[in-house]
């Protein structure tokens, strides 16, 4: 079995500008507000320990699972050479973090390479339920040379099974249905459910959704790992890199624990200070994915309805995902001169992994001699400070979080770190970020409106005309 | 030169989920606030109109440009035979448009079609100055056959032309600096400035930005439409679609004119209800660029400090974006339970360009039987019914717009549509909806940072230590 070698983590986070000594007092978190949620941390720190000792929090645990990671790379490492072309089937938790995964650390026309650059499959993802994109994809790719792999823990989630059995049936059509079983890959429940009730009828490879960690933890499991390591994705990295920041978050202080103190920062933002929304804003087109993953993990989390001293209380803070330095030209006019709503993490990458220099500045027009010999990652780079600046002379709070550069490790570290300043972020606004209640009513009123056995009675209400008229037929304005 | 055929706009919008009956008085649009609103709509209204009748709002105009659309028309025609890539070099306003135009109307995996299903060259865009994305692309396309389209009104914005140099560059090593110049076509303004000069030096064909329009309002002018020929999308039938929309927005009634009821709704619901976020989300993957465009429109035009009775006030509601159904295992959690701060605008497409059929549903799993000969729009369209419901039994103010399906014509509409109700929103605001003068100070931070000439004195203050520390390193934590 692999033995990981020893790491360290490798990410800096500066909170300076989200101070009040920077922004002021309204808009910054001051030193007096840290202390006073320090213990709370320390207790909620002891809590969380306990539990996981007890054997809870078990996403904890992913990092450790070394055989695991072991066979899904051996498994790739066979099915790389074996197919053309990878289709992974799964949404919200069940593809997010493998999206990001491959964006941040594949190359980004990875589809477009010839065979011999590429080192393995082409990426396709059925996410949506989208007949267009759905027919499309189904074109493109080379169905009988496809290793298909749906992902759902329950087998239940509707768009997930539909996607499933239309590219089933399309795989079938061309590979016939022997072969078909042959070329789907299962990541589901190791026990129960739909997904492996049939995996086990038809004799699918599977692979273990983890019990006990909710679909938006998964990305360390087989759900992430393995669409990773089928793109070349060095999964040992990833998890290296995730128990190093494990390692560097053992301790209990706000101030020293990175993950207690991007949560603290977040919630007191929230909470105390009006920021409402949360921008994760990478400075590289590679992390944008993470961004879009974090989005997920936050807004499910702590988006939830609770109760406080009888009454309804609805906590949590919209994350929004942008991208430096494009979102300069569409949303930092808004961040900078609109309501100072936001707390803006900028995401920094200190060392590209391309250099690329400005050459050829035309003789003739000095207003561009700056560029001359500069280099793109320091033009762009240089526009996230000349951003978190700007921001900060407009008092709005920010905080950056920077990396040496973008490899396995490092994103494996992005994913540890926000996991556990998710968990903490729920103890802080006293929610339970585990589960996703809300949901449920439009899960249910789907089954209804799709004729779905044991939904009648929601249906009949559903299709009732309420006063004022049905909220099913459009009304032309 | 071409006859636009008359069309009527087709779009419909259901606003009832976003009123007072439906989702209560604390939350939704009452009848007696948009009678309120209706005199300032009209008053402005007629404003607006004025403007226009004197030389202003000439963003309105640009659908009547029907020799510029014939012009493009057949510069794209040659150069889609000619050329087996394109790559297009903007941000913001200058690319964000055509990406939006030709992810709604092109095949989604355009780039990777044979070249007889593609039908012109393969698109890519150069927006972000990120080496690792620019390294990547410059390698992947075939510079021999290689259109170059530079995007910028001014010629000042910094990534775009440090992207350029560095792709001009790339392109002289391959085919030489003559061949090079016919193989650049810059969009600028066609009088004045760096690209101006630069292009008229070199010889490149040139198409106008047009002067007296903010570049987040150029997506019907050469800067959208160029791109958008050459992917092969149908330029009159967008041009033809907005025209339908302008003169369906003739009226100044806020409840009959479609743009003006949707900024009503937003700006009520923004400064009268406190929903300080407006998430628009179409369940079709294709308009999730529009999403993306109007989320520049909305953020940029609205996003303003204003002064009212010489107190600072800063106005603008933040625009997200977010895909039905996929952002319903993400963000839906957060929607219904988390705090009630937002409007949610789906946004359904009642015939999708494609038809695809569940089948091979398993026997033996009763519980998937509701799928077995389901149409995948089918589901997609009723999952965007049952979140209507669900937002709407949470109390959660939304509205609906639908469109027949998605076509140019479909598309032109929206950008019409999307680009008076911000117009008419930021009159409700009392903010300027053109120009961006918050993003200055960041820019001018860049270019002090870039050691550029005549920024000095700012680069001194930049780098000067100030208390408590520089901005400019990173403390680790």
Aim: charged share 20%; hydrophobic share 45%.
């Amino acid at each position: 079995m692999t033995e990981l070698a020893a790491t360290s983590s490798r990410l800096t986070i500066d909170y300076r500008n989200a101070t009040a000594g920077a922004v002021g007092e309204e808009h910054g978190v001051s030193p007096a507000m840290l202390a006073e949620v320090a213990s709370k941390v320390r207790e909620e720190h002891a809590r969380i320990a306990a539990e996981h000792a007890a054997g809870g929090q078990r996403w904890m645990n992913l990092p450790d699972d070394l055989a695991l990671a072991d066979e899904i790379a051996a498994f790739a490492e066979q099915a790389r050479s074996r197919y053309q072309d990878y289709l992974l089937i799964g949404i919200g938790g069940s593809s997010l973090g493998a999206i990001a995964t491959i964006a941040a650390l594949a190359d980004p026309y990875r589809n477009l390479l010839p065979d011999d650059r590429r080192g393995g499959p082409r990426f396709f993802v059925l996410d949506n339920p989208d007949p267009e994109k759905v027919r499309a994809t189904l074109e493109v790719v080379d169905l009988e040379h496809t290793l298909v792999n749906v992902v759902t823990k329950s087998g239940q989630t509707a768009e997930t099974m539909a996607n499933f059995l239309v590219a089933r049936q399309a795989l079938e059509a061309v590979v016939g249905k022997q072969r078909a079983s042959e070329q789907i890959v299962a990541t589901t429940d190791p026990k129960e459910g739909l997904l492996r009730k049939l995996a086990d009828e038809e004799g699918y490879r599977t692979f273990p959704v983890p019990p006990g960690v909710d679909g938006r933890q998964t990305v360390l499991s087989a759900v992430g790992m393995l669409p990773a390591a089928l793109c070349g994705v060095d999964i040992h990295g990833l998890l290296r890199g995730a128990a190093a920041m494990r390692e560097r978050c053992r301790g209990d202080d706000v101030l020293t624990n990175p993950a207690y103190l991007l949560a603290a920062i977040a919630v007191l933002a929230d909470t105390r200070l009006g920021k409402s929304m949360l921008v994760t804003m990478p400075y590289a087109d590679a992390l944008y994915g993470v961004a879009d993953w974090f989005r997920q993990l936050w807004a499910e989390s702590l988006g939830k309805r609770l109760s406080v001293s009888g009454e309804e209380v609805f906590a949590g803070q919209t994350p929004i995902k942008a991208l430096g330095a494009i979102d300069q030209h569409s949303q930092i006019q808004l961040y900078t001169e609109g309501p100072n709503d936001k707390l803006i993490a900028l995401v920094a990458v200190e060392r590209c992994r391309a250099r690329v220099e400005i050459g050829g500045t035309p003789a003739g027009t000095p207003e561009l001699a700056y560029l001359q010999g500069a280099e793109l990652g320091q033009l762009l780079d240089r526009e996230r400070l000349a951003t978190a600046w700007a921001l900060t002379e407009a008092r709005r709070p920010n905080l950056t979080i920077a990396a040496p550069e973008i490899d396995a490790a490092v994103v494996g570290e992005l994913f540890f770190l926000h996991q556990l300043q998710t968990v903490m972020a729920g103890a802080l606004y006293g929610v339970n970020p585990f589960g996703q209640p809300g949901v449920e009513a439009g899960k249910n009123a789907t089954y209804a409106l799709m004729g779905r056995e044991g939904y009648e009675g929601l249906r009949d209400d559903l299709l009732a005309e309420p006063e004022g008229g049905s909220h099913f037929t459009l009304v032309p304005v």
